[in-house]
């Protein structure tokens, strides 16, 4: 094992997690691939996740409740708040927040951002999403035949339009369904129940927004790639931020765009198989063997480096804004 995977070449590197939807214990047990259904908040798919990815590449990150007094570590915005608290006085840690659907991390180092929008590569740095846990890509048997189309997400971030009667009166006029695989509620007591896994039957993947979006990330259009199936997107940012190739995905505004791309790849002959080959290739940049790369080579080489060259440029303001809140809680104690 190397130095850098023993953590011996940076910074002792923590991931702090405020369980919620499943317990510490279970967080520390599940596997990612296995126990998908668990990891049904962002900060559990975020943190939870890229520390067991971490430990199956080698590397020794440690991961509870707790804050650490110096090291590096690695929170979800939603946690910031319980984890300054819980950081004892006088801690000097490295701290890297995730943002994800939020705004900046106030009083992170440096942050950790879903797309390349806002990523400076200093402070800010883009990591790709994980790809779909235990995905099961589309079955190969099916060929290029275009019968189901299915949109895999939180049932707010679809268009109303691809719900509407019209639609799947379209579908139905092409011997087609759409399969809505959508999360309907939004508490955290229990697994998702959806099949965001599944790919099996599908030969479309759907994503179109209500509104534009730039803290996104592009997960339905890796996730179409790694599955073999092409994808009819809206052209959000996080999507056109990976585009190479008219290969990549269809771009569709409304239900009309839509409907003139399944018409297209039914009657373009090589399109469908095309996609299906390029989206391979696309695909095997984003594995979660490429991801885990990413991450490490963040984490143990690229975070420690500037962080201790330049102290007082990253992480001076953050320790004033400690010594704030020592003085804050001191006070109200």
Wanted: glycine fraction near 6%; include cysteine.
């Amino acid at each position: 094992m190397s130095e850098e995977q023993h953590g011996r070449q940076g910074l002792p590197v923590h991931f702090f997690l405020q369980p919620s939807a499943i317990t510490l214990e279970r967080a520390l047990t599940l596997d990612p691939d296995r126990d998908w259904t668990d990891l049904r908040r962002a900060r559990e798919v975020w943190i939870v996740q890229t520390w067991h990815r971490l430990c199956r590449a080698g590397y020794r990150p440690t991961l509870s409740d707790e804050a650490p007094r110096t090291g590096i570590i690695v929170y979800h915005k939603e946690d910031q708040r319980v984890l300054l608290k819980r950081l004892p006085r006088g801690a000097t840690p490295v701290l890297v927040g995730v943002r994800a659907d939020f705004r900046s991390c106030t009083y992170a180092d440096f942050e950790i951002l879903q797309n390349g929008y806002y990523a400076d590569g200093r402070r800010l740095f883009f990591v790709p999403h994980w790809p779909q846990p235990g995905l099961i890509p589309r079955d190969p048997q099916r060929g290029e035949r275009i019968e189901r189309i299915a949109y895999k997400g939180y049932v707010g971030n679809l268009a109303q339009e691809f719900r509407s009667e019209r639609w799947r009166q379209f579908l139905s006029q092409q011997n087609m369904v759409f399969e809505d695989d959508a999360v309907l509620d939004e508490a955290f007591d229990h697994p998702i129940q959806t099949r965001f896994h599944d790919y099996r039957e599908v030969d479309l993947v759907l994503a179109v927004r209500p509104g534009e979006t730039k803290t996104k990330p592009a997960s339905k259009l890796v996730n179409a790639w790694l599955a073999g199936i092409p994808a009819l997107l809206s052209p959000d940012y996080p999507f056109e931020e990976l585009r190479q190739s008219p290969l990549d995905f269809l771009a569709i505004h409304n239900l009309a765009e839509a409907q003139a791309a399944v018409l297209r790849l039914k009657r373009e002959t090589g399109l469908y198989r095309a996609m299906i080959e390029h989206g391979r290739l696309r695909g095997a940049e984003f594995t979660v063997e490429k991801i885990a790369q990413v991450w490490a080579s963040l984490l143990f080489t690229i975070i420690p480096s500037l962080a201790l060259k330049h102290p007082s440029r990253y992480y001076g303001e953050t320790r004033r804004g400690f010594r704030h809140l020592w003085r804050k809680a001191a006070r109200s104690s």
